[in-house]
């Protein structure tokens, strides 16, 4: 359990820093109370890392004798990933890339206008549905799912959910003064290798 807590806690802490459900959260904490934000921003990344973990003991149960290939799925999933954001980085400009805030800044605004209830109870939903919204289909939803599919499901829970309320407490925390000084290139450098370890990592244990 220990090895599926500290994989789920690097993988998630390391890939959300700068993402874009990252800099929602600093939006938002900018605009109204941080710990309404903080509240809704990680019960809606609990919510997805919950659903991933389920998605993934799912494949893992339909692939009940396929054990092997679902092995080798994860690896070439992880070294996949991290070949890819290692691309990305590279083509990525060396000054920090403002292309991820300016999505967060039109979710956020597209929100506005469509609800102008500023009840707290409003404001712990839009946290929770923006940050929902966004985290859907991205790679730490499939590397969670990846990670359930092949250890211990409450290790990987714990530690992706813990990953995120250490990100989502950064943002609102701290995100007025790092909000502009996070290099995405750095990050998604940092990223690419850890995928890329985790690759690896799976590949001798499997072994």
């Given at each position: 359990?220990?090895?599926?807590?500290?994989?789920?806690?690097?993988?998630?802490?390391?890939?959300?820093?700068g993402?874009?459900?990252?800099?929602?959260?600093?939006?938002?904490?900018?605009?109204?109370?941080?710990?309404?934000?903080?509240?809704?921003?990680?019960?809606?990344?609990?919510?997805?890392?919950?659903?991933?973990?389920?998605?993934?003991q799912?494949?893992?149960?339909?692939?009940?004798?396929?054990?092997?290939?679902?092995?080798?799925?994860?690896?070439?999933?992880?070294?996949?990933?991290?070949?890819?954001?290692?691309?990305?980085?590279?083509?990525?400009?060396?000054?920090?890339?403002?292309?991820?805030?300016?999505?967060?800044?039109e979710?956020?605004?597209?929100?506005?206008?469509?609800?102008?209830q500023?009840?707290?109870?409003?404001?712990?939903?839009?946290?929770?549905?923006?940050?929902?919204?966004?985290?859907?289909?991205?790679?730490?939803?499939?590397?969670?799912?990846?990670?359930?599919?092949?250890?211990?499901?409450m290790?990987?829970?714990?530690?992706?959910?813990?990953?995120?309320?250490?990100?989502?407490?950064?943002?609102?925390?701290?995100?007025?003064?790092?909000?502009?000084?996070?290099?995405?290139?750095?990050?998604?450098?940092?990223?690419?290798?850890?995928?890329?370890i985790?690759?690896?990592?799976?590949?001798i244990?499997?072994?």
């Open positions: 359990m220990l090895t599926a807590f500290t994989a789920g806690l690097l993988l998630i802490t390391i890939s959300e820093l993402d874009k459900t990252f800099f929602i959260a600093v939006i938002l904490s900018m605009q109204h109370s941080r710990r309404v934000v903080f509240a809704g921003v990680t019960a809606a990344l609990a919510a997805m890392t919950v659903l991933s973990v389920i998605f993934g799912i494949l893992s149960t339909l692939t009940q004798g396929s054990k092997l290939y679902v092995h080798y799925g994860e690896i070439v999933l992880f070294i996949a990933f991290g070949l890819k954001l290692l691309y990305d980085a590279s083509k990525m400009p060396v000054a920090c890339d403002t292309e991820v805030i300016e999505e967060a800044k979710a956020v605004e597209k929100a506005d206008l469509d609800s102008q500023k009840s707290l109870w409003s404001m712990l939903l839009k946290s929770f549905v923006l940050t929902f919204i966004a985290e859907w289909g991205d790679r730490t939803q499939i590397a969670t799912i990846a990670l359930a599919a092949s250890n211990n499901p290790g990987v829970t714990l530690g992706a959910i813990l990953g995120h309320a250490i990100c989502a407490a950064i943002a609102v925390i701290g995100g007025r003064l790092i909000a502009g000084k996070i290099s995405e290139r750095q990050i998604t450098f940092l990223g690419g290798f850890l995928f890329i985790f690759g690896i990592v799976a590949a244990e499997g072994s």
